[in-house]
């Protein structure tokens, strides 16, 4: 492993995605670099360049319009934080970093170095799953999408770890229906990551008709995983009169598909346990800030 490395500056994503091309499997790309440090002094990746990502302007957005919010992948998560005026969804993305981090480093780690890092206990992922998010990323023939749930890959391995670029994120906001999201983690203290985590959408039509839901589960596999089962326990249900007993059946259905590991952290069965507590308080969340009564 070396003690040094090489640096550059790309001038725009396209160069940087290139100078990877060029320069092949020891050059990582750095963003905040909160994580990457620690990688690197770890020895966990061998760094023989460094491409800094810090400069590239055009990454740092966050964008909303009447049919989508597209968030830059060098997007700090503190303007994710301050950005919860602008929309429902980036209040509920505001909450969740919050519980991230520290200050400090909030002000330097990005939206797109936390989900190209893909630790299955992320705190970002399962919202952006939930909220049906999808990837731009860039590569040397141009720029694809993928949906976010397809994007992770495996433990620290996603859809660009051959050297591609996420370059941004888009939510949809569809017009036929109205859509909130929660997200709930339990954790050892408040800078620890978690022990595990769930994100919950639940989409309402015009008539109050829950008409879908999306479950995403972090910390129980090797990547961020949904529980169709549980997803549909609450469609068709009216939301101003949304039986506990169906929130139950969801978080049971949810700890059924996790696949969880036990480890320094927590043992398998709690991690299990706490899901369906996760799950059941998530939609109970989401079901509220859509006005909803769960009786
Ligand atoms: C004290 C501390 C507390 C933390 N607490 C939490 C926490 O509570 N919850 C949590 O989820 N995380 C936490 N983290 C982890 C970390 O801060 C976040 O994952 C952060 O968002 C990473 O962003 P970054 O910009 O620093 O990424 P970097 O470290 O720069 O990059 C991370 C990885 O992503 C790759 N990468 C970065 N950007 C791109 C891109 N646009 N395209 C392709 N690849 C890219 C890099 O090559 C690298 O492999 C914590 C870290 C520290 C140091």
Partial sequence: ???????????SPQEAVA????????????????????MWQREEVSL?????LTFLDELRFIDVADDRIRIGAMATLAALERS?????HLRTLSDITKLMCTPQTRSIATVGGNLCNASPAADLSPAFVAL?????????????????????????????????????????LPPDRRVEASYRRIDRTVVDIALVN???????????????????LGAVAPVIIRSGAAEAVLVGADLNNVDSGLLVKAGELAAADAKPISDVRASADYRRAMIKVMVKRALNDSITKLGGTVT
Avoid: K
């Fill in 19 to 38: 100078m990877r091309a060029r320069l092949g499997d020891g050059a990582r790309f750095w963003a905040g670099g909160t994580d990457m440090i620690l």
């Fill in 48 to 52: 023989d360049h460094c491409i800094d």
């Fill in 132 to 172: 049906d998010a999808e990837a731009v990323i860039l590569g040397p023939d141009g720029e694809r999408r993928i949906a976010m749930e397809d994007f992770f890959e495996g433990v620290n391995h996603t859809a660009v770890s051959n050297g591609d670029l996420l370059s941004e994120i888009v939510i949809p």
């Fill in 198 to 216: 769930a994100s919950a959408s639940v989409s309402v039509d015009a008539g109050s008709r829950v008409t879908g839901t999306r479950i995403a």
């Fill in 1 to 11: 492993m070396r003690s040094q490395f090489d640096y550059s500056r790309p001038a």
């Fill in 84 to 88: 919860a005026e602008r929309h429902p």
